[in-house]
């Protein structure tokens, strides 16, 4: 046990005499000793590697039956016959599965422009609250609606503003006709926007408050007594202030571009149709799952993850050379 | 350091000009009413008698006699009382097993030169950057025989990767002589995280337990996919179908002949499933909530 407090400094600062360090004899004998030191973090590893395993690696590498005309009956992953590329040719001719690109990435360029820029005004308005009792209460109410799920969330926005909810029923009220957002086509993208609204602008603003709090008063002082006025600061040291952050997350907001809200989209499928709402997640359930057709479904969800992970990365590498520490280089 | 200003206004800072103000004020009014007018009124309604709401002809705004009849409906109806419980039976076994699981994992891997550590933080990284897919993950699930089991409802989704990452900076943070102090008394890896890690990590390991609490308890796909059998649905199924689609409740005759001949859910009973499944946010909500800021920032930025 003794040679565990030594640990570090050998792999980091390699002093010199330490009888468990690499230099101290032949790797083998390292490698038990290390073996023997650090066994008990090994087992503790273990759990999680059996789960990792099981559905992260053992699914990952049976993307081999996008490769197969995959029958689960007869053969299974072993004795399907392979067919190469034919399902991925097969994806690009499917006009249905275009139209899930092109709404997937519509989705995500309109909730860039009319999501992304509202956490941070909230967080500015909350951190101009003076009262901080007050600014916790507020703070309070708006995270809590990350907590509820999409299905709650889909309830509570049809019994708002579907054809049976409450504002259709104020303008009957009113002697106006009513109004149905839930199952208008047209409207859909601005239903799913409004919805992720609710759900996590609120909860979006803990990282930019954050932000904001780190931020050196002296430095407003300073501006103002340089004659600078509210606007003035805002804009010459809040603004730069949080930069930072926005661009991190903005650019991993791109690297994630493919996802936008999987059950969202599930749930309300039905009542809007595929038209609008068939996104990555949606057709690869509908055209694999349901179907049956698990080598073709296993094809676009391997095209979804491929291209997601090279936007992951291109996203990560951006953040790099723009000097920010990007999400994926912890050591 | 405490940058927020507790006491009004800094030395230097002007008010405000009265419109901005008001405006300021009015926009983080709306903000508020948004969230809570809709709990009130789906709250109010699944309190209020079937005469109350059919007399407004729909969601209820103005409390006329309260009545816990909903109640007392939804939980005679095996349907939605067994939802409930399977419910929160996936919770706290699934929160158990992900707590333990990550908080094992992250202290294995808070250690930089241990044995194999590159290798381990590869595979939970990987998990990071690249999603299987769903059909593999399905057809290793039905071929694990977990179909209509709680366990698909568990073990698919018990590790996630940004919050082991997130145990694991806290459990970096904790001072090495700390540790090594306990190791020279004696003491083995098991004992030093029961015993010294976990105390110093309390709060950040309460927000994982909430997180963790909260997928489980909101999670709708993987019980959509895996289970079948309307006797092992959780709340999420039950929300979807009776709330969402309106489907009939199938009252006293759960599994049997079913469906069909009961009339849809009043809009009463489909708010108090409604407000059963908010029911455990808001009540744990308030205890972790000051936590929030650490456990998000630390996983979100600093890594």
Redesign the interface.
């Known amino acids: 046990?003794s040679a565990?407090?030594d640990?570090?400094s050998?792999?980091?600062v390699r002093p010199g005499a330490t009888q468990a360090g690499p230099a101290a004899g032949p790797r083998k004998d390292a490698?038990a000793a290390?073996?023997r030191?650090?066994?008990?973090?090994?087992v503790?590893?273990m759990?999680?590697?059996v789960?990792?395993t099981?559905?992260?690696?053992?699914?990952?590498l049976?993307?081999v039956?996008a490769f197969q005309d995959y029958n689960?009956f007869s053969g299974g992953?072993l004795g399907s016959p392979i067919i190469g590329f034919t399902n991925f040719a097969q994806l690009f001719g499917d006009a249905q599965f275009i139209r899930a690109v092109v709404n997937t990435l519509g989705i995500t360029a309109f909730q860039l422009v009319f999501y992304f820029p509202l956490p941070i005004a909230?967080a500015l308005?909350?951190n101009?609250?003076?009262s901080?009792r007050l600014r916790a209460f507020?703070q309070?109410?708006?995270?809590?609606?990350h907590?509820?799920?999409?299905?709650?969330v889909?309830?509570?926005f049809?019994?708002?503003f579907g054809g049976?909810?409450?504002l259709a029923?104020i303008l009957?009220?009113h002697g106006h006709a009513g109004i149905d957002w839930m199952t208008n086509s047209d409207t859909f993208i601005l239903l799913v926007t409004a919805q992720t609204v609710?759900k996590d602008a609120?909860w979006g603003t803990?990282?930019f408050?954050?932000?904001l709090?780190?931020?050196d008063?002296n430095l407003?002082?300073a501006a103002?007594?340089d004659g600078a006025?509210?606007w003035r600061r805002m804009w010459h040291i809040t603004l730069p202030g949080l930069r930072p952050?926005i661009v991190?997350l903005l650019i991993l907001r791109l690297g994630d571009a493919l996802n936008v809200g999987?059950?969202q989209f599930?749930?309300q499928r039905g009542a809007v149709g595929s038209k609008v709402s068939e996104v990555f997640?949606t057709f690869?359930?509908w055209s694999?799952?349901r179907t049956g057709d698990?080598g073709y479904?296993?094809a676009a969800?391997?095209f979804?993850?491929?291209v997601?992970?090279v936007l992951?990365?291109a996203a990560n590498r951006v953040a790099h050379a723009l000097g920010e520490?990007g999400?994926?280089?912890?050591? | 350091m405490n940058?927020?200003?507790?006491s009004?206004?800094?030395p230097?800072?002007?008010p405000?000009s009265a419109a901005g103000r008001i405006g300021?004020g009015g926009?983080?009014v709306l903000?508020?009413l948004?969230?809570?007018l809709?709990l009130y009124?789906?709250v109010l309604t699944s309190l209020s008698s079937a005469d109350t709401v059919n007399r407004?002809?729909?969601?209820v705004?103005v409390p006329d006699g309260i009545t816990l009849d909903a109640y007392r409906q939804i939980f005679s109806d095996s349907v939605v009382s067994r939802a409930v419980l399977v419910s929160t039976g996936v919770t706290v076994v699934g929160t158990a097993v992900s707590l333990?699981?990550?908080v094992?994992?992250a202290?294995?891997?808070s250690?930089?030169?241990?044995?194999?550590h590159r290798p381990?933080?590869f595979?939970?990284?990987?998990?990071?950057?690249?999603?299987?897919?769903?059909?593999?993950?399905?057809?290793?699930?039905a071929s694990?025989g977990l179909k209509d089991s709680y366990w698909s409802l568990i073990?698919?989704s018990?590790?996630s990767a940004f919050n082991?990452?997130v145990l694991r900076?806290f459990f970096m943070n904790i001072p090495?002589e700390l540790l090594?102090s306990a190791?020279?008394d004696?003491a083995?890896?098991?004992r030093i995280?029961w015993r010294i890690v976990l105390p110093l990590a309390k709060a950040v390991t309460a927000v994982i337990g909430l997180f963790y609490a909260?997928g489980y308890?909101?999670?709708?796909?993987n019980a959509?996919?895996y289970v079948d059998d309307t006797r092992r649905w959780p709340l999420?199924l039950v929300?979807?179908s009776y709330?969402?689609d309106s489907n009939p409740l199938p009252t006293a005759t759960v599994g049997v002949s079913g469906f069909g001949h009961v009339a849809p859910p009043t809009l009463a009973i489909?708010?108090a499933i409604?407000a059963v499944?908010?029911l455990p946010?808001?009540v744990v909500?308030?205890f972790v909530?000051r936590h929030?800021?650490k456990g998000?920032?630390i996983g979100?930025?600093?890594?």
């Open positions: 046990m565990d407090a640990t570090r050998v792999t980091e490698f290390r073996l030191r650090d066994w008990p973090l090994l503790m590893a759990p999680m590697l789960l990792v099981a559905f992260w690696w053992v699914p990952a049976g993307n039956i689960p992953i909230l308005l909350l101009s609250v003076v901080g507020i309070g109410v708006v995270y809590l609606p907590f509820f799920s999409w299905v709650l889909v309830a509570i049809q019994q708002m049976a909810g409450l029923q009957r009220d609710w609120g803990i990282v408050l954050a932000a709090s780190t931020i008063q407003y002082e103002a007594v006025r509210r952050v991190l999987f059950e599930m749930l997640d690869v359930y694999g799952l698990f479904g296993a969800g391997l979804k993850g491929l997601g992970l992951i990365l520490r999400v994926y280089s912890r050591s | 940058t927020t200003k507790v009004g206004l800094a230097w800072e002007e405000g300021k926009v983080l903000v508020v948004a969230v809570l809709p009124t789906i407004v002809g729909g969601l705004l333990g699981v990550s094992l994992g202290y294995a891997l250690r930089p030169g241990t044995l194999f381990i933080l595979c939970v990284l990987l998990m990071f950057v690249f999603f299987p897919g769903l059909i593999p993950t399905y057809l290793m699930v694990l073990l698919p018990a590790v082991v990452v900076a090495r090594d190791r020279i004696g083995g890896e098991f995280l909260v308890w909101n999670a709708w796909f959509m996919l999420a929300l979807r709330v969402v489909k708010m409604v499944a908010v946010a808001l909500y308030p909530q929030f800021t998000v920032i979100a930025i600093k890594g």
